[in-house]
């Protein structure tokens, strides 16, 4: 029953435009939603609720709810994210900040409140005009559906869907009352949509000066190059491909996968600078990898990747994978022979390092890639997870990490995200983004996914045990400000939503654990001090057999 003073047909109005634009987006072909409840976004959610070719997926929390969205639209199609208006639109903003800078395809849309109704104090209302700034490849503040032209709505549609092909796009819908309606008859289809066309501007041929013998390849996340393509060019010139777990890049005959410790040993460093470096996709998260690429001052090429991403001000131009023939390389020489023989020896000494020592940080991250089955994905936290992986994963470690932005936030939603297309999925944290993200276990246990939780429990922050202030600062100031203990249960969390959990402690038992299962959490518990020492061990370890 329509309320005394409202025009039912604005009700119908709402329901008919929402009916349009998720038509439209179908079309295109979107097949997930993901939607944090709320009233006023009530018009777009039982659009979304009414199709068939949806999979619809009531997140409460707003935060949980976008990294999910982000976590399905890794495979470049977007999912519909959507919330009522007020503060629940700014919980989606760290999820759009790491879309926008990973080029994540995402179709945001907020419920706003009407016009007449903003700036005047009305509640559960804020300021939602380009709220997530230029992290957004669009942003459209849509009309109030009883003032648009219906003829608009599937041109809107497209346009939204179109530049939400690199990123997150923002539609911001306003709705006036009432929010039910009947949808009407729908604007015709105006044709298959236009999107925008990938791409980015390079800066033309390459310089003939950047044709060196002594070139090495860095592959990192998220460069959108066909792996077989990166794996011809280093066929072609024999260079070594220094590759980061995200990059699947590590099976390749021309990897290096131990690089971060093996360019730890300052001699062999030296001995094998770069005269040249073709990197694709974003940088791996090894500091030394970095910081021996500035000290060799080599030029850079990036190939592919989410924008420009030039940190050391060292990248010299941007190219495509087809540009690169122009580099002979240093085919019949021994220069990666050298590579390959500094990695096998390396990988060797990691492994006895590891097998001597009890189950460890390294160690887990080493059994996850070994143990990991061909069809299953593991998404890992930026902090140490992401690094222990990188440096002592091994050749079968591939992974995504949510690296544009590097926050610990939204690392399990983002992996329940992938598990909602049918594919079993790990997803390796520390127990500070365990807890971070712990609203990701609201309501998993109704969901129908095969994920494995694997918590690194350590007591608190382990990466800042790496850092300065873990040896400048007073124990108890640095334990106060980055430690950070904070004795909750993992377990007994795990199981106050419904979720099985163990504690393992055997690299046998781990290997076990997180084959597909179903949903569960296990938990290893090491220690802080401990882990920067074996750390120490293994980085000695590599260096000893380079002498």
Known sequence: MT????????????????????????????????????????????????????????????????????????????????????????????????AGLSDVPMIVATADRPPELRGIGSPQTIDQL???????????????????????????????????????????????????????????????????????????PLDPSLDQQRGVIVAGGRHGVEVSDIAAFAERTGWPVLAAPESACRSLSHAVTA????????????????????????????????????????????????????????????????????????????????????????????????????????????????????????????????????????????????RGANGIDGVISTAVGRALWGRPVVVLVGDIAFLHDSNALVGLAGRDVDLTVCVVDNGGGGIFSFLPQASELAHERFEQLFGTPHRSDVETLAAAHGVAATTVDTVESLASAVRPQGLAVVRVVTDRAENVELHDRLNLAVSAVQR
């Open 3 to 98: 309320k005394p003073g409202h025009d039912q047909r604005v009700g119908d109005a709402n329901a008919t435009a929402c009916a349009t634009l998720v038509d439209e987006w179908v079309r295109c072909g979107v097949r997930h939603a993901v939607i944090a409840p709320g009233s006023r976004s009530t018009p777009m959610a039982v659009a979304l609720a009414g199709r068939a070719e949806l999979a619809v997926h009531v997140v409460h929390d707003e935060r949980v709810a976008a990294f999910t969205a982000l976590g399905i639209g890794l495979d470049g199609v977007p999912a519909v994210l959507l919330c009522t208006s007020g503060t629940a639109a700014a919980n989606f903003h760290p999820a759009v900040v790491e």
């Open 130 to 204: 380009e709220l997530y700034g230029r992290s957004v490849r669009w942003f459209h503040d849509a009309m109030v559906p009883d003032e648009a032209d219906p003829g608009s709505w599937r041109v809107l549609a497209q346009r939204v869907f179109s530049t939400a092909e690199t990123g997150p796009t923002h539609l911001n819908l306003p709705f006036r009352e009432p929010l039910l309606g009947e949808p009407g008859p729908l604007p015709e289809p105006i044709g298959p949509p236009l999107p925008i066309p990938r791409g980015y501007a390079v800066n033309g």
């Open 259 to 402: 690089f971060d410790p093996l360019l730890r040993h300052r001699d062999f460093a030296d001995a094998h600078a770069p005269e040249v470096v073709v990197r694709f996709g974003r940088p791996p998260a090894s500091k030394v990898l970095s910081q021996w690429l500035v000290r060799s001052e080599a030029p850079v090429i990036q190939v592919g990747g989410p924008g420009v991403i030039d940190p050391e001000r060292n990248v010299v131009v941007r190219c495509r994978v087809d540009e690169l023939s122009a580099l002979s390389g240093a085919a019949g020489t021994p220069w990666l022979a050298r590579w390959r023989h500094a990695n096998d020896s390396a990988e060797v000494a990691i492994a006895e390092a590891l097998a001597e020592a009890p189950l460890s940080e390294p160690g887990v991250a080493r059994t996850i890639a070994d143990a990991l089955p061909d069809e299953a994905e593991l998404v890992v936290a930026s902090s140490m997870p992401v690094r222990d992986l990188e440096w002592f994963g091994g050749p079968r470690a591939r992974a995504h990490a949510n």
